[in-house]
C-alpha cells in the first residue's frame, strides 16, 4: 500500500507539471486561471498523500480542507475581477463593443 | 477492502490523466473549461473516496472519524468545483469571448 501511495503523489506532481504549461503559456487570462484550479485541484489531494506518507493524517486533513475552501474562493473572486476589467486587447476573437 | 481502495485511487489517477490531455490539446478556452471542470471533479472524488477507504482498513474509532473528515472534504469539493468552472466560464462569456467554430484557428 506505501508503493501505490508513493506512485500516486509521482503521478500527479507530473500532472501539475503539465498543467503549468497550459499556466505559463496560454494565450487568454482565463486559460492561466483554468490551469491554476486545475493544479489547486490536485494539490488537494496531495496533501492527504503526504499525510499518510508520514503517518499523521491527523492532522494534514485539517490543512488540505482548509487549502479547499481558500482555493474555491480565490478562483470566484478572480473569475469576478476580470470579468470586471475584460481580456486583454491581444487576445484574438474578442468582440469589440462600441 | 484493500482491493477497493486500489481500483479507486488508480480510477482517480486515470480520470486526473484525461482532464490534463483534454486541456493541453483542445482548441478553445471553453472546450478545455468542460474537460477541465467534469474530469477534475470526478478524479478528485474517485482518489479522495478511496483514501477514505485506506484509512478506514484498521477499524478503529480515530480511524472512522478521521474519515469522516475525509468524507466532508470530499462534500466541500462535490459542491464547489462545478460552481468554480461555472464562475470562470461566465466570466468569459462576459468579457466578449467567442467560442470556437469549425474552420477557425487553434487559440
Known sequence: MEHLILFASVFLVMLMMLSLYRTIIGPSTLDRLMGM???GAKTTVLILLIGFIFGRIDMFVDIALSYAMLNFIAVLTASRYFQARGMRKR??????EE | M????????????????????????LPDVYTRLHMAGKLDTLGSLCLLLGLAVVNAIPLGTAELFVSGKILLILILVFITSPTATHAMVDAGIKAGLTPWRKGDMRR
Open chain 1, 37 to 39: 484550479n486545475a493544479i
Open chain 1, 91 to 96: 487576445d484574438s476573437n474578442l468582440r469589440v
Open chain 2, 2 to 25: 484493500e482491493t477497493i481502495a486500489v481500483i479507486f485511487i488508480l480510477t482517480g489517477l486515470l480520470f486526473d490523466l484525461g482532464g490534463t490531455i483534454g486541456i493541453l490539446r
